[in-house]
């Protein structure tokens, strides 16, 4: 996934669109209040500088899915692990509940399940049957909207007759709910595994010139704390500032 | 293991993929184990079918994801030419208003004593009789209060009241009436002129929160990313309030409250000055050229704009004017004047300037420009445009003098929306007039009603639209219903129960149609020409070569508009302008009661659920104000409570408060909080107009604030590190940007 943060304005519809398809329990205030709020891509808002040149900012984070996940070997019962595809996996019925992996995210996108979820009566007439509603005790996060690319697949399979390779499911089809829903297309996916994916040349550049600085300039192209080095699958690029601020004073 | 629902379907999965082992069915299924991944075991078969999404600012097409007569998923019609697949942060939440565990489950009949909410069910044949008496009976006195609903449901509602001699009137809480009577002044349309941000190079605004409420925020929106794509447009925002619109542009420039208009025609005078008007200058300004605009000079203006040197970057006013304008001249769009801009007593000064500006620019109907309004394709057309205060003020009279005696209410809650001090409550409380609400859910007006006949839901119902603004070409959107009631809820179309009421009436021949879905069908089959099939399919029918036409300009236009300059009046006393604005999601309080339009953290203070007032961070705290302090804020007419933001961005002396708070009838989710954290800022307002067009001037306040003595924890998304939620990391770490000089 690639996240322009020139383009993103804050609007939330991707954290909205994300827990209409995610089967994500509402947010009361209470979990709000608590901490515990379940959002799986979530919309930090950063201030700079000082009034009159102040400047919020806007910056989508979600999952990672990153190459080298800390939140991997630390699960005991592997519910975390690593795919083929490249998506960083969470396997419900496997999970215990340690939350060694949420303490061990330099991201803070794995939520624990504190409580049984809950829906009132008809809301559940919505839930997505592409998704488990996962019980109280385990821990969740993005997962790219995995149901979403298996439906492709599976749609792309059933109308061809025979098993899909590797090129065959079109770009777009396969959006997560996101990506499908953000106003400015400040969110852009696609599968690395393609060698024409709009995406790829972001990744090529951040690729072949990390911490290069300079670069960095042209390419906008960063990865979220990249000196942690877990490579991350999600590239950010850098937002413009036509009048930049004398003194950031970020906080 | 106890057997549920839902592990036994688990278990048919897996038997289902033993089956499947055998080597059946090997050409459609995928083998699956039954470790992989719950998301993998994938069942059941899903249609997408395209509607139309009336709740949301502008209007959004959108395709619902259907499964076994389930509405599961919104998404963002792809062909719908405004929002282009893309979707507002409350679409999804047409789903929670579908299958709300609030809402009136079928028709009821008041047991108690008036705006008590006790109502007790009764049979549709009771409740059809009690209304068709109540309009045979008092017809010629009737008002039909509505959302304001363009199209065939406006053509229903309006031949309905004309037929027993009522009136109909719509209602929106955020008043727009200024900016509309500037459009029909300057481009002699009824419907809004379209801003083609996607294709401008240089975008100037003034006052209008278009990427989060005004106009259609979602085709803005869409609009705005194209802006920031290759060319990599630049905008600069005046707003006298820190608002999601004003954090995104390259440049924010604070003003004082009103002093739009201002800003616009100092950019006027200032790109006739240089000689950078595009524009045919000697007709707009009579042949005065910068003369005619001498009293807007920025340096003239300076005082009343009252712009912080410190946002100027070392330039004087008229130094920041001369570099705006040079970038102005080179596909420059100027934008606003309605929304806040538009709620002051010179909200029509200001809405005139910004469209004027345009004129000037030379963009009117070019692409990068202003696009009029096109024609409406068909007849009854747009119409139903919400009513000014003026006509609220009358309609309470009405009311006390007994020339109104049966209101009926639909999807409008002009009881929670007015300032209180209009009185409609107070005249609703009146046992002599009849009150009927068609209303899916409990609100403040419908609470008072005597006669609940629930409508069907956005997703169960008929309907079309005119989207205001239509994206530079003729736009009809269809609505169909893609999912019937559940089996416990017993709603009726409330379109169709008015047209069966006229027939039974003896009024049939006055209606457009036999039913609501006939007269969408007759629109698209016989109007538009167009396939009903084919139109539902696409979520409507539109012509991209029917672009909009506006007349000339009128001859010294510029003249005119600066004829209409007068300083923004503030009505009550106290040190704080108070600005009111739709919230981001609730909006006017009209998705109160949806959890995921209140869970949905505000983008600039990431409150959720809760009533603020965003206060300057320096100021506050030399009031010695924490955030979650309780403050009684104090307006021209009445007090509310709410819970104190301390926001960076927000200038000194402006206290702004989101709408959409303090319900007290209805669902918990909209009504379970006190008043010290949900409170309704539009009833401590004045009801004063806006001069020249009678809308409420709801920007036009001032108000003090007193601490209240008591503090709430402040429920957000942002973390006990101010404003950043990933660890410790320095926010310069975290969040990147680029000089200009060094992107692309």
Redesign the interface.
Known sequence: MVVDLDKCTGCQACVVACQAENNIPINTKDYFLQRRAYEWIRIERYWEGEYPNVKARFMPVLCQHCENAPCEPVCPVYATYHNEEGLNVQVYNRCVGTRYCINNCPYQVRMFNYWHPNWPHRMENQLNPDVTVRSRGITEKCTFCVQRIRRGEIQVEARAGQRLDDNRIAAGNYDPACVQACPTSALMFGDLNEPNTAIKPYFDDVNNYPGHHEHERETRGYRLLEEMNTRPSVIYLKKVDQYPLADKGAH | MKLTR?NFLAWAGIAATGAIACDLFD????VQSP?D????L???RDNWYATYDASVPGGQGILVRV?EG???????NPRFPT?Q?????????I??S????D?IAGPMLRNGPRGAGQFRPISWEEALNRFNAAVAERGDRMLLITEPRPGAFARICDSFADAFGGRHLAFDTVDDSAYRHAVKDIMGSDGQPYHDIANAETLVSFGSDF??TWGN??AY??A??KF??GH?G?HVHFDPR?S?TA??A???L?IAPGAEGYAALALAWTLIEMGLAEGDVARLTNGQGAAALNAFRPDAVAGALQI?D??L?GATVAQFFAELASKLAHGGLAMGGGGAAGAYSNGRFNASAALALNYLLGNVGQPGGLLPAPDTPIPGGIDARPAPLSDWQGVASDIAAGATRLVIVHNADPVYGLPARVGLADALSNEAVAIISASPFIDETTAMADLLIPDRAALESWGDDLPDPMPGHTVYAVQQPVVNP?S?LDPRSFPDVLLNAAADLGQGASMPADSHEALIRSNIEDELGADFTEALQNGGWWNENSAGSAPPPASGLLANVAALAAPAAANGTGEFQLLPYPH??VLDGRNAHL??AQ???D??T?V???TWVDI???QGRRMGLREGDVVQITGPNGSITALVYLN?????GIAAVPMGGGRRSGSAYATD?DARESSNVMSILAAAQVDGSGGLAWSGNRCSITPAGDSM?V?????DY??????E????????????E???
């Open positions: 839902r050409d459609e299924l995928r470790v991944i719950p998301e993998d994938v069942s059941g499964m389930r509405a599961k998923k919104v998404r963002g929002n697949g893309k979707q507002s942060p409350a679409a999804d939440a789903l929670q579908l299958y709300h565990p809402r990427l989060s925020p979602t929106s869409v705005y990313g920031r794509s990599r630049r820190y999601m954090a995104n390259d440049k924010w604070p912080p410190a946002a970057d559940l416990d981001h999601t959890p995921w869970s949905t953290p983008p600039i990431t959720v659920w809760q300057n961070e320096q960076p961005g927000m200038p000194p909080r924890a429920a957000k998304l942002e973390g101010t404003s950043r939620e990933i660890g990391h320095s926010a310069e770490l975290v969040f990147k940007s680029v000089s200009e060094g992107s692309h």
